[in-house]
Nanobody
């Protein structure tokens, strides 16, 4: 119900845009976000968007470099990643929720998850 794409191998300083298309019950959710998991590390919050208001929040590590957005008509969420660093290397997951409230927006407790897309940044 969530399909992520756009990952790849890039050099440090390059840009990538990830996409996440929602269908079925995952469409029209309240909160959607991107999380990532690097090798040997726990999954971590990257960015989140309130689907209705467009409000956003970012992890400190990506603030100013990444931008999350959504296209209501296409039920699609994006993560524009600029000035990529080697430490951004990870599998990126998109996720969506009907239940998460905005004050808990950094929680990993989403109902719907995409399959993950690998981003590798070489230094």
């Amino acid at each position: 119900q969530l399909q992520a794409s756009g990952g790849g191998l890039v050099q440090a300083g390059d840009s990538l845009r990830l996409s996440c298309i929602a269908s079925g019950r995952a469409a029209g959710y309240y909160v959607a976000g991107w999380l990532r998991q690097a090798p040997g590390k726990e999954r971590e919050f990257v960015a989140v968007i309130n689907w209705r208001s467009g409000s956003t929040d970012y992890a400190d590590s990506v603030k100013g470099r990444f931008a999350i957005s959504r296209d209501n008509a296409k039920n699609t969420m994006y993560l524009q990643m600029n000035s990529l660093k080697a430490e951004d290397t990870a599998v990126y997951y998109c996720a969506a929720s009907w239940r998460i409230i905005w004050s808990s927006r950094r929680t990993p407790s989403y109902e719907y998850w995409g399959q993950g897309t690998l981003v590798t940044v070489s230094s």
